[in-house]
């Protein structure tokens, strides 16, 4: 079996392989192809794999061109930054898509699905256009919070970055004030503009306009310095890297 990776991160291309070793013990891998050209070269050269593991995001644009400039009916599970609502559309339909960093979970599903022959031999290349396209949605304009005895009501335009500590989800507003919030941060990122905000790790989502200043770091991750925030633990993870750099230059 062979089955190829286009990926243009190395550590996040990297990682996948090794999630996939354990369920095709025999396979040949190929790859990793980092941008759309390389593939197209790739897969007009040596025979149609068996499988592809394909990001969405490459270093020349965008990965379905690949599918429209090369004829396939190779199944194709994809990796993605994109919001979780696209991929859980994208989940009832031919082909699976994995949110970036791979949850093991969600790839044993996607591997059961390729597996148990469910993958359409074709892709819906209309339906993947239309799902890619910016979604209209609803974010929330305000929050409410706890000061005391008091609930109150925070614009979004005023807050800077939401933060967990001790199971507590807190809001800081652009003036450094802390108020606590009454959900999760996983329920907060939800509700937000993913073009001003990110989720920076488990215990931090910032505000783009919050960002002071950003630092190389061990492993080859990023630390951030945020406006107001003297934590030394907001760090950037290598398979978030690629994504960070690409909301801070949108």
């Not at 369920?23 to 790739?42: M, P, R, T």
């Not at 994995?98 to 969600?106: A, G, N």
Request: hydrophobic share 40%.
């Amino acid at each position: 079996m062979n089955i190829l990776i286009i990926e243009d991160e190395n550590p996040a291309a990297n990682r996948l392989l090794k999630l996939l070793k354990p369920y095709f013990q025999d396979a040949d891998f190929h790859g990793n192809l980092d941008s759309i050209k390389s593939s197209v070269e790739w897969l007009q050269t040596y025979p149609h794999p068996d499988l592809i593991f394909c990001d969405i995001q490459l270093a020349d644009g965008i990965s379905f061109e690949i599918f429209e400039k090369v004829k396939l009916s190779t199944p194709v599970i994809f990796t993605t930054a994109y919001d979780q609502f696209a991929i859980k559309a994208f989940q009832v339909n031919a082909v699976d898509y994995l949110l970036k960093p791979i949850d093991p979970e969600d790839l044993n599903r996607a591997v059961d699905k390729f597996k148990s022959q469910q993958i359409k031999p074709s892709l819906d290349l209309d339906l993947i256009k239309d799902l890619l396209k910016p979604q209209t949605q609803n974010f929330k304009s305000r929050f409410l919070v706890r000061f005391g005895e008091k609930i109150q009501s925070i614009s979004i335009e005023e807050v800077d970055l939401f933060f967990s500590e001790e199971k507590v989800t807190f809001l800081q507003t652009k003036s450094g004030k802390r108020y606590v919030i009454d959900q999760t941060l996983e329920q907060t990122e939800s509700q937000l503009d993913p073009s001003q905000f990110f989720r920076i790790n488990r215990k931090y989502i910032s505000h783009i306009a919050a960002v002071e200043e950003v630092y190389s770091y061990s492993n080859s991750r990023l630390k951030v310095k945020l406006r107001n925030c003297d934590s030394s633990d907001v760090i950037v993870s290598r398979e978030k890297v690629g994504e960070f750099k690409q909301w801070l230059d949108q």
